[in-house]
Structure formats: C-alpha cells, structure tokens
C-alpha cells in the first residue's frame, strides 16, 4: 500500500451527510497529502447536515458512474441518516461499496454509513460498530456489533459517531499505509 501522501482516498456521499463526517476526515487526508475524491450520484453540489440543521454543501468532483475502484487506496462512507438511506437504494453505491471490500483496500463507514455495508451484504461474520439505531441493522445482516469509537475487522474499520473521527481517520490512515490498525 503506498504512503498517505502516494494515495488516493475516495468519499462517497449525498444530500444529507453529517458535515463533520465527511469534511473532517476529507481534510484530515488533505493535510496528510492524499489526494481526495468526493463522488455522488450526480455532480451537483451536495448538502451536508450539522446534527438536525442544514450546513454546508459540497460539490463532487465525480459522479458513482465514473468510478474505477482500481484508481483508490481505500473508501469513506460518511454518515448522517438521509446520506446512506438514500445510497443504499442506488445499485451502483451499492456495488461500489461490495467491489472495495472485496478487493481487500479499506472501507471506513462512520455513524449512519454502516447501512451501505449492510446493502453490500459485507457485514456477514465481522465485527463493527455503527450509530445505536443503525446496531440492529448490522445485527439481522449477520455482524457482531460492540460500542466503540472504532471497530477493525479486516479492510472494515466503522465508527460510531463524530466524536469519533479522529480514531476513525487514524484507523483508515494506518489501514491505506498498510500499518496494522491497532484496536481502540
């Protein structure tokens, strides 16, 4: 795996991700030196959601259709609850998703975002974690849910929340750079 500076690092993402969850590791990424790359189903701007509260929008640089999953180091899914509810309908994010963690590269889902792991029918026999009314979800998929700021299981990492971020980004930075991700 190349260092965090060498590597590619794509979010997907639409209309209702939590900001934080998708602007804080974006930046914490680009102040490592990833290049990174925000894609949705269209490539008009994005609105992000501060808990209940609109915030800021975003605009993609490409669209699901466009992706080359070989052209990545690893994948985000951010969360916020209309994001991955509406993602998880659209077939191509949803193979997207299937395609990274078959292909071994790291996929980090935060809060909400493990509903995408769900829909990808990835989360079979794997521990994560996710936000308390995604647990059940991940439950009837065949996981083994716990309550922690970040799971690693394989190329899977998953968080809980926004306070998590920083163990979160930690996690996937280790996991593109091929360190062994340490447990939290």
Request: proline share 7%; glycine share 8%.
């Amino acid at each position: 795996m190349p260092a965090i500076e060498e590597s590619r690092i794509l979010i997907i993402a639409t209309d209702g991700f939590e900001q934080s969850e998708l602007f804080e590791p974006r930046q914490a990424l680009l102040d490592a030196g990833a290049e990174v790359v925000l894609a949705a189903p269209d490539i008009k701007p994005i609105q992000g959601m501060k808990h209940d509260e609109k915030g800021d929008t975003i605009t993609p640089e490409i669209t699901l259709d466009a992706i080359k999953i070989a052209e990545y180091d690893g994948l985000i899914l951010p969360g916020g609850v209309a994001n991955p509810d509406t993602l998880r309908t659209h077939e191509k994010a949803v193979a997207i998703v299937r395609a990274f963690v078959e292909s071994g590269k790291p996929v980090a889902a935060i809060c909400h975002g493990p509903w995408l792991l769900v829909e990808a029918d990835v989360v079979r026999g794997k521990t994560v974690t996710g936000w308390p009314s995604v647990r059940t979800d991940l439950t009837n998929a065949g996981a083994q849910v716990v309550d922690r700021e970040v799971v690693i299981d394989g190329n899977i990492i998953t968080s809980r929340k926004p306070d998590d971020i920083p163990a979160f980004v930690d996690a996937f930075r280790a996991a593109v750079t091929a360190a062994q991700p340490v447990e939290a």
